[in-house]
């Protein structure tokens, strides 16, 4: 499927080139706005205005939605008043408070300017409410209905207003200062058996609503465990201003997800996607972190030199090193990971920390004890017989695998805990994960293995 | 709002201990069918169908398909025949089947005797399709609609059959051997200015569909890029089979982002929530990658016994390995997984790989570039003149940087290229992260480390 709309694309953009313009008109007309969308990111600068023109009216704001903000940005400049005007009016408001944000402001001034007086009300009322939550990404459209209306009524409200409004599927039903009393969805409306009964029979009184303020990764979740199409945003005095839509929970999805990812990984979240960062973007992302732990391993090189003359009397164990330090910061990284993912779930709570510390226990103990098993035969075969390095002795190979026994179970309690704190101390868990916690383990298995390396060598 | 509901939870459940039935009756009827199942996880075995008998019909459905396997099997072998019968009937088929996929074959058998028959075979034939497939997650409950329905007729239809379906919002017009012609859109049906207006006339031909062994994951990213409620499934014929629902998409969406992530930090993907899992389950998930890597650094051994020589006429040397290792494993993750990560939103494609190389090559020029003058200020005031280390020569601190700056170049160019190399041959590139890349980096720093000492320092 991908691969055949790639020949699609490619013959689209020929045609624009050749100057098609009638034939490609009637193709674009048939397809998808996110589509169309993807169009523009193969164009030059100058064809985007021109292909954008071929689209009709309604296609033509869908597919400005979907599109990139450079491209947006270019077009609007070009844009006629008339243009714009025509643009805007197509979209719905959430869709274009997020355009405005992504704009320099002489542009924004230009599209609050030619919105009408209501959108731009909406579009300035959306932008006040703090980045990132349940305000900043509803859309005040939505279907309003009263208590005593009968379902014939409501069904012809829906008729009447629904046009314009992002969802018709489900509608509130508000008093008269605007609180919410309840929902009501269309499948109700349609199925309900007597055309007129009254709204207030029929309704959902019990709601689950978020406020302007919740966080948007909450509001998220709340729709992937109650399957919802649409969420209520209430003011403070539970008066109704907005829905926020399942496929804007979607976003904020993948979003949050990208960006555990990326702090997983020991980088700044990023909002631009890989494509349209720049070396300069990424470098800028991913240094601060390179930085820190490059410095912090300071700790590992004291450690080292301290214990020079214990290396220097008993050369194989330098060789050992990394594998430690490596299985170590493995298993370290698999519990933080897991227990980091589990809390953004909303799987997990700080309360569960005891059952969360004594199932890691556990695990780190067989983990602990198989690793140690097996590299100790591994290093008994391979590198003392079959490689014939004779430094390493019985008590050796005893050494190594008792410090990566302790320093797998230590790595996992680490893995497990630093994340637990962070979530109590309101931090973002997913900062304590691999980088963060090899550096500690880093340091823990050096110690552990000069420890063992001591008390069994003498050295 | 959680904790509010915790509180709540608690008070349920001492209504249970106290049989206060009627009251707590009255309280369940008011809840969401998700927050009622999260009440049976605080339950002990023997509580968990006296609970339940306090649902009334709809709700007892809707809640057990949001409960866990264990419970819904306790529940399932305590059922009468005919409480087994009146929740199957209220379940839809694509729920229905994904509890009979948890069930041991005993509870299957059972759940299909009782199930009518036009479930048993839709249960039936969902089951047949590929794990992981569209087919395997789609619904066979839609509405359907025929070319010539008026808009009037449709609606009349909808209401007759809407009731069982799983979303009446999105209607199918297929022709008479099911082959899919369009859609129409319950908005698109009560805006219509005309009631006798055809389905033809109004419907959406252009369609977007999958077929059921289309892989849910590319499933999950049409809804997530098209914002559709609903996705039609066909056969080879293009004869309609079923749809997937948004609510799908977004759990297929969730769990691939958790796969992504586990096999991103060395961990076999679980099904089960980490909650759920023991740690025998942690355990086996977690040991073969442990193993895997813990082997493989026999690698870094070997390198390391071979330049014993030159380590001892330098001892400074060793205090520098675990740092060089780290950083070069933290940058050639930090590429690994952004590039991972676009592959996954569909964001990068493989014949992306020559811009992913290049803007991958300057990012790593420049953090290789800061982090090696940085470094080196860092190990001559520090580890020099503050600790007094005079082990270390200014060619030392040198060859330290010069490896430090290659090693963060060659890791970063592994760590993009890996993944691509990895989608190209259609495994999954989030294999190719973290641990992997970490065990392929700490071979080429060391060696890029001891080829510089044989260089400035002769040794």
Redesign the interface.
């Known amino acids: 499927?991908?691969e055949r709309f790639e020949i699609v694309e490619k013959a689209l953009l020929t045609m624009l080139e050749e100057k098609k313009y009638a034939v490609l008109k009637d193709i674009l007309v048939?397809?998808?706005p996110?589509d169309v969308a993807g169009l523009f990111d193969g164009l030059e600068e100058k064809q985007i205005p021109l292909l954008f023109r071929l689209l009709n009216k309604e296609q033509a704001a869908e597919t400005f939605v979907e599109m990139e903000p450079d491209a947006q940005e270019l077009l609007i400049r070009g844009f006629s008043d008339n243009e714009l005007k025509e643009v805007l009016d197509e979209l719905y408001v959430d869709d274009a408070a997020d355009i405005v944000e992504e704009m320099p402001a002489n542009v924004v001034k230009r599209i609050l300017k030619h919105a009408d007086p209501e959108m731009r009300s909406s579009i300035n009322q959306i932008l006040r409410y703090p980045e990132y939550s349940a305000g900043s990404i509803m859309t005040t459209e939505y279907v309003s209905l009263r208590l005593h209306m009968t379902v014939e009524e409501a069904?012809l409200r829906?008729?009447r207003q629904?046009?314009d409004k992002e969802t018709?599927?489900t509608c509130y039903v508000l008093d008269k200062d605007r609180t919410l009393l309840g929902l009501v969805t269309?499948?109700d409306l349609?199925?309900a058996e007597d055309d007129s009964t009254e709204i207030a029979d029929i309704m959902v009184?019990?709601l689950?609503y978020?406020t302007t303020q919740?966080d948007q990764e909450?509001v998220a979740r709340m729709?992937?465990?109650?399957?919802f199409?649409a969420l209520p945003v209430v003011d403070g005095e539970r008066r109704m201003v907005g829905i926020v839509t399942?496929?804007d929970?979607?976003?904020v999805?993948?979003e949050e997800?990208?960006e555990?990812?990326?702090l997983?990984?020991?980088?700044t979240p990023s909002e631009k996607?890989?494509?349209k960062?720049?070396?300069?973007d990424?470098?800028k992302n991913?240094?601060p972190?390179?930085?820190l732990?490059?410095?912090s391993?300071?700790f590992?090189?004291?450690i080292?030199?301290s214990f020079?003359d214990a290396?220097?009397a008993q050369?194989?164990l330098?060789?050992?090193?990394?594998?430690l330090?490596?299985?170590g910061?493995?298993?370290g990284?698999?519990a933080s990971?897991?227990?980091i993912?589990?809390l953004s779930?909303g799987?997990?709570k700080f309360r569960?920390i005891g059952?969360v510390l004594w199932?890691?226990i556990?695990?780190a103990v067989?983990?602990g004890i198989?690793?140690a098993i097996?590299?100790f035969i591994?290093i008994w075969l391979?590198?003392r017989l079959l490689?014939g390095?004779t430094h390493i002795t019985f008590l050796v190979d005893l050494v190594v695998c008792l410090a990566?026994c302790v320093t797998?179970i230590a790595a996992k309690m680490v893995g497990c805990m630093l994340p637990m704190a962070a979530k109590a101390v309101k931090l973002d868990p997913a900062v304590m994960a691999?980088?963060f916690i090899?550096?500690i383990v880093?340091a823990l298995s050096?110690l552990v293995y000069f420890l063992f390396a001591k008390m069994l060598l003498g050295v």
């Open positions: 499927m991908a048939t397809m998808n996110s069904i829906i008729r629904g046009v018709i599927y269309v499948k349609l199925l009184k019990n689950i978020v919740t909450e729709f992937s465990k109650y399957n199409l399942f496929d929970a979607m976003d999805l993948e997800a990208t555990d990812i990326e997983m990984s020991g980088m996607p890989y494509l960062s720049s070396p300069v990424l470098f991913r240094i972190w390179l930085m732990m490059m410095v391993a300071t590992t090189s004291l080292i030199t020079e290396l220097a050369v194989a330098t060789a050992f090193i990394p594998m330090m490596g299985t910061g493995n298993s990284s698999q990971v897991t227990v993912r589990s779930l799987e997990l569960d059952m199932k890691e556990r695990t067989m983990c198989a690793l097996v590299c591994k391979v590198d490689m390095n990566l797998v691999s980088p090899s550096t880093d050096l």
